[in-house]
């Protein structure tokens, strides 16, 4: 089982895919919006890859919730 270091590299490694963010920018405490400059489409995009990768379900109203890198991890983490 990844802990929270390894949900962490694989949502980076998915945030440089999906939305060309350098994966070393991308830490728990930033904002996929206001930090990373994360669309809503990509943000839509980074959470079905992850969905997949680590095989849980983000349902589609949480996913604004899920405002920091760090609050994706911790759901991951917890759902898992």
Same mark, same amino acid.
């Given at each position: ?13 998915? &945030?440089? $895919? ?9 830490? /728990? $405490?930033?904002? !996929?919006? #206001?930090?990373? #400059? ?5 943000? =839509? $995009?980074?959470? &079905? =890859? @992850? $969905?997949? %990768? !680590?095989? =849980?379900?983000?349902?589609? #109203?949480?996913? /604004?919730?899920? %405002?920091?890198?760090?609050?994706? &991890?911790?759901?991951? @983490? #917890?759902?898992?």
């Amino acid at each position: 089982m990844a802990d929270n270091t390894d949900i962490l590299h694989t949502i980076a490694k998915i &945030v440089e $895919e999906v939305a060309g963010v350098d994966s070393a920018e991308v830490t /728990t $405490e930033k904002s !996929f919006t #206001d930090d990373l #400059d994360i669309d809503s489409l990509s943000m =839509v $995009e980074i959470t &079905v =890859v @992850a $969905e997949d %990768r !680590f095989a =849980v379900k983000i349902p589609d #109203d949480l996913v /604004t919730e899920l %405002r920091t890198v760090g609050d994706v &991890v911790s759901y991951i @983490a #917890d759902h898992r």
